[in-house]
């Protein structure tokens, strides 16, 4: 194989399947792999992956422009500037897992906008991430936090590292928990933040939306964990969104009646902002099988969204029986309403 990259003078595109016993057992392999010129694409998949591979990376002359890489979670993770540091004029997009963050030499890539990461919150620190990526547009965070860590403490050292250095914006922000986001303590303007699993904690979630402001939300809930006053006023006070994507888990035996249901959803929608909704309603227990509301129901309760959520004009409700409902609300000057139902799938 070695004898083979020595020969691919015009090789572009990579990807290696291999893991890091193969690499030290066969040096020459990791040698022709680091002399190759006309790279612009990497990818290493396999196991075990080290500092062994971090050098072979750091040691190329190519000019990648995507790179793809994911290090072993079990020993010391290689350190993130040394990895990218080559490519610091050239390198588009990243997806680096198990990685660490040292600020003593930072090189920026001034090119970078696409960051997909997974890194300790013991290394992690806000402000170098900025100074190496000064120009990222999307973030995908996989920050991971110990037990002991204390969520605040890292916050507050996050934000200390912003106060010479910060995004003045970022197009997208993905992260699968409100708390590890929380932590991150990132200052800018977001225009999308995307959390990917449910939310456990509330008023982590109120702080990010008030550092970040978003425009575009997108949230899992389940109904029996939070108030909905105090999401319905998270969500008021950011006066910049105007899409909000909600997906909500309830237990069946949670409600009473269906009435008590719609009255808990119109209070935390009541006054937002937000222009276009989209509600994704999944329901858990022996009946989840069962519709959760009549057609006319469902038109019912498009009508007292549209009327608790004055700048609505679109909205879509989805169900956990593969229904779907979207309208479209055409609103007039003496302030009456109509909904045009756009699209119904079962």
């Given at each position: 194989m070695a004898e083979v990259f020595a020969r691919a003078l015009y090789l572009e595109s990579l990807a290696i399947h291999t893991d890091q016993t193969t690499l030290d057992e066969f040096p020459e392999l990791g040698i022709s792999v680091s002399s190759l010129k006309s790279l612009t694409s990497l990818s290493f998949e396999g196991r075990h992956f080290n500092q062994g591979l971090a050098g072979i990376i750091s040691r190329m002359k190519s000019p990648l422009v995507s790179l793809v890489v994911e290090f072993d979670d079990d020993v010391?993770?290689?350190?993130?500037?040394?990895?990218?540091?080559?490519?610091?004029?050239?390198?588009?997009?990243a997806n680096l897992k198990v990685v660490s963050l040292c600020d003593a030499e930072v090189v920026p890539c001034t090119r970078l906008s696409t960051l997909i990461i997974t890194i300790s919150a013991a290394s992690f620190t806000a402000g170098t991430l900025i100074r190496l990526f000064p120009n990222l547009e999307d973030l995908d965070l996989h920050l991971q936090l110990a037990q002991s860590d204390d969520v605040d403490a890292i916050r507050r050292r996050n934000k200390l590292s912003q106060r010479d250095c910060g995004w003045?914006?970022?197009?997208?922000?993905?992260?699968?928990?409100?708390?590890?986001?929380?932590?991150?303590?990132?200052?800018?303007?977001?225009?999308?933040?995307?959390?990917?699993?449910?939310?456990?904690?509330?008023?982590?979630?109120?702080?990010?939306?008030a550092d970040m402001t978003p425009r575009v939300l997108a949230l899992k809930m389940w109904m029996i964990d939070f108030d909905a006053r105090v999401v319905n006023r998270l969500l008021r006070e950011d006066r910049n969104l105007t899409?909000?994507?909600?997906?909500?888990?309830?237990?069946?035996?949670?409600?009473?009646?269906w009435a008590e249901f719609v009255d808990c959803w119109l209070e935390i929608l009541d006054g937002c902002t937000v222009t276009r909704l989209e509600l994704e309603l999944r329901r858990v227990g022996l009946s989840q099988a069962l519709p959760l509301m009549e057609p006319e129901a469902t038109e019912t309760f498009a009508d007292l969204i549209a009327e608790r959520v004055p700048l609505l004009r679109s909205l879509t409700i989805k169900m956990s029986t593969n229904c779907q409902y979207h309208w479209r609300i055409h609103r007039r000057r003496n302030g009456t309403r109509s909904l045009e139902r756009r699209a119904w799938y079962t």
């Open positions: 010391n993770p290689p350190d993130l500037c040394r990895i990218v540091a080559p490519f610091s004029s050239t390198l588009e997009y003045k914006s970022m197009d997208i922000l993905s992260c699968d928990s409100e708390t590890k986001l929380y932590a991150a303590g990132f200052s800018c303007h977001v225009n999308q933040v995307l959390l990917t699993k449910v939310v456990e904690d509330v008023t982590h979630l109120a702080a990010i939306v899409e909000l994507i909600l997906k909500l888990t309830f237990m069946e035996d949670m409600y009473d009646e």
